[in-house]
């Protein structure tokens, strides 16, 4: 086989999951001087952007900024984009295997971790991760239910998606009203009648994973009040040794804040939330419905870790917080690739910078990778996956330079056009996303919104004229 990555014979590259993982990759690939690469972008859902649209909240605009570069990258000759496809059920590795010398994935993380305790799975317990999607109108979770008639809510876990889900549940509806949330969901905020929002971290206050912005947000909230308790927020001596470490100084701002919430008089606005700390769920108690009525909670000291870091000791001391609602935020997990490697305890795809790598045979598999959530499991912020990502093109292109990529029957672009719409007729190209795009928008700016989104799938093909 002659190398290809000239003019008249591509790198044909496989992408499979639109989020900003694959579009860095994309970036990347096709900004390449001295090899041609022709990358398509299966996507599952019509729309692109992953959690750009379906995990950043809706009250962050700024960050979905960066759909505007992704925009750029679709709109370049080497790429095209897939929507509607499902790689597994449209569209198989093997098929794909068939017509690209490389494929990656850039499927994220898809479902939530568990927190393994008693009454997790009682009604009104919900992942954090399910609430996020909701309330961001993705297709598959538009139709979930949240009681929001509940007054008091416990969200566990104090990481940036726990402080999402807490600040939209004490936002007001006039702050909610002026951002992209979905419309079902804006209706149920404004019918909500919880009053308290707990935070419930595990560990102390340097140990929280929020950011200092992240935390900050909480103490401009127009509809609610927010306060930490003081007790919990003595820094031990394994907490005052993180401070001389090198992200010390980041974390005494945050301790600041925290401290300062301690301080602060209630103002009388309708809602309060509270961050606590040192503190996990050991149950969730049921009323006679079997929904949650309470939620017990262990109060915890830091000990060492065995392999460096503190962990949550606890202490035997108990306590009851009468919570109607919980939201589990105790993080993403990966779910498996059929036809890859996957390991179970990490929730990722094994892998060597990018190439994924069998760990029972020791061999890489060829023509496979990874980037993004799926590959480093789910942390860091959305631009944490451009570095990710160019990693995983650098073994890419390492790899096409060893001449170690797969040998497709079919490269020619027409061949996977032609499996992609004879597999799914329905496919949306990007053009007809872009249509979806200036509808969403306009409808949008007719409420002073930056845009109303469609959350069902028929209703997108239905405004293409493809239903
Ligand atoms: P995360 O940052 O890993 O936070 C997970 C939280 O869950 C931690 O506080 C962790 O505590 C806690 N936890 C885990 N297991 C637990 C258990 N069994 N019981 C109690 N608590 C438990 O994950 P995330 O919040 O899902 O966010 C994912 C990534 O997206 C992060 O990198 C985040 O920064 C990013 N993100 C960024 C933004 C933003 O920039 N605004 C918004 C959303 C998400 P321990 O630390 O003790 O394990």
């Known amino acids: 086989m002659t190398r290809p990555g000239t003019p008249s014979d591509p790198l044909r590259v496989a992408i499979v999951g639109a989020g900003p993982a694959g579009f860095f990759l994309a970036e990347r690939l096709?900004?390449?001087?001295?090899?041609?690469?022709?990358?398509?972008?299966?996507?599952?859902?019509?729309?692109?952007?992953?959690?750009?649209?379906?995990?950043?909240?809706?009250?962050?605009?700024?960050?979905?900024?960066?759909?505007?570069?992704?925009d750029k990258v679709a709109a370049r000759p080497g790429l095209r984009f897939f929507g509607n496809v499902d790689v597994g059920r449209h569209v198989t590795l093997d098929d794909l295997k068939h017509h690209y010398h490389q494929v990656c994935f850039c499927t994220g993380a898809q479902t939530d971790r568990r927190m393994g305790i008693p009454g997790e799975d009682l009604a009104r317990s919900h992942p954090a991760t399910e609430f996020v999607a909701w309330y961001n109108g993705h297709p598959d979770y538009r139709d979930l239910h949240f009681d929001l008639s509940v007054e008091r809510v416990a969200v566990v876990g104090v990481g940036n998606v726990a402080v999402d889900v807490a600040r939209i549940l004490s936002r007001s509806v006039e702050e909610m009203a002026t951002t992209d949330v979905a419309d079902y969901a804006l209706e149920a905020l404004r019918a909500s009648r919880v009053k308290e929002v707990y935070l419930?971290?595990?560990?102390?206050?340097?140990?929280?994973?929020?950011?200092?912005?992240?935390?900050?947000?909480?103490?401009e909230l127009e509809g609610a009040d927010v306060r930490t308790v003081e007790s919990e927020l003595a820094l031990d001596?394994?907490?005052?040794?993180?401070?001389?470490?090198?992200?010390?100084?980041?974390?005494?701002?945050?301790?600041?804040?925290?401290?300062?919430?301690?301080?602060?008089?209630?103002?009388?606005?309708?809602r309060l939330l509270t961050l606590r700390f040192l503190v996990s769920p050991t149950e969730l108690v049921a009323d006679e419905h079997g929904g949650v009525r309470a939620m017990r909670l262990v109060r915890n000291r830091l000990a060492?870790?065995?392999?460096?870091?503190?962990?949550?000791?606890?202490?035997?001391?108990f306590e009851e917080l009468p919570v109607g609602l919980v939201f589990r935020s105790v993080g993403y997990r990966?779910?498996?690739?059929?036809?890859?490697?996957?390991?179970?305890?990490?929730?990722?795809?094994?892998?060597?910078?990018?190439?994924?790598?069998?760990?029972?045979?020791?061999?890489p598999v060829t023509g496979a990778y990874v980037a993004g959530w799926i590959k480093r499991g789910p942390s860091g912020v959305v631009g944490t996956n451009k570095p990710d990502a160019a990693e995983t093109a650098e073994t890419m292109l390492a790899d096409l330079a060893a001449g170690a990529v797969l040998e497709p029957a079919e490269p020619a672009v027409a061949a996977a056009e032609a499996l992609v719409r004879r597999a799914q007729p329905a496919v949306i190209p990007f053009g007809d996303w872009r249509k979806l795009d200036r509808l969403e928008t306009e409808r949008g700016k007719a409420l002073g919104r930056p845009r109303l989104k469609f959350t069902k799938v028929e209703e997108m093909l239905a405004q293409l004229g493809r239903s």
Do not use: C, M, W
């Not at 019509?46 to 759909?67: M, S």
């Not at 179970?344 to 760990?359: I, L, N, Q, W, Y």
């Open 334 to 363: 990966g779910v498996a690739i059929p036809g890859l490697p996957f390991d179970e305890k990490a929730g990722t795809v094994p892998h060597e910078r990018g190439r994924v790598r069998d760990p029972v045979a020791g061999q």
């Open 200 to 219: 419930l971290g595990r560990r102390g206050p340097a140990q929280a994973a929020f950011t200092t912005p992240e935390a900050k947000e909480l103490g």
């Open 30 to 70: 096709l900004g390449q001087s001295d090899v041609t690469v022709e990358a398509d972008l299966y996507e599952r859902l019509p729309t692109p952007y992953g959690l750009v649209r379906f995990g950043v909240a809706p009250d962050h605009e700024k960050i979905k900024n960066v759909t505007r570069s992704f």
């Open 237 to 270: 001596p394994l907490s005052l040794a993180v401070l001389d470490a090198e992200d010390g100084p980041a974390i005494r701002r945050k301790i600041k804040v925290l401290q300062e919430y301690a301080h602060r008089p209630r103002t009388g606005k309708p």
């Open 304 to 317: 060492a870790a065995k392999g460096g870091g503190t962990r949550a000791e606890p202490t035997g001391e």
